[in-house]
């Protein structure tokens, strides 16, 4: 049975940082992207973070770039997000996602439902 299970959110300030997890378990890695995805109040769900299982490839959206990093535990299959200089404009349900498409679209971290795998959520909020 496949289960992803994202920990890690919470309440933060501005500036402050989370890190969050996704335990992943029953997940046949045919499709090799794993990601990030969030979504905003009153926006669409985006994508914020995925990387190539087997390579060095890291995507990252440009909203997020220098401050996020995504990054996994082979051992105990787990995918992280860490989050440093937090802003308002992150508060967001974070969502992990595992079996995406070939070298997650080319960067653009494709569908979040093009995912094979989801997460339930982990609310993230930021406070200035």
């Known amino acids: 049975q496949v289960h992803l299970m994202e920990s890690g959110g919470g309440s933060v300030q501005a500036g402050g940082s989370l890190r969050l997890s996704c335990a992943v378990s029953?997940?046949?890695?045919?499709?090799?992207?794993m990601g990030w995805f969030r979504q905003a109040p009153g926006k669409e769900r985006e994508g914020v973070a995925a990387r190539y299982l087997g390579s060095d490839r890291e995507y990252y959206a440009d909203s997020v770039k220098g401050r996020f990093t995504i990054s996994q535990d082979n051992v105990n299959f787990t995918l992280y997000l860490q989050m440093n200089s937090l802003n308002a404009e992150d508060t967001a349900i974070y969502y992990c996602?595992?079996?995406?498409?070939?070298?997650?679209?080319?960067?653009?971290?494709?569908?979040?439902?093009?995912?094979?795998?989801r997460g339930q959520g982990t609310q993230v909020t930021v406070s200035s």
């Open positions: 029953g997940v046949t890695y045919s499709r090799k992207c």
């Open positions: 996602a595992a079996g995406g498409p070939l070298y997650c679209s080319g960067g653009s971290l494709g569908s979040f439902y093009e995912y094979d795998y």
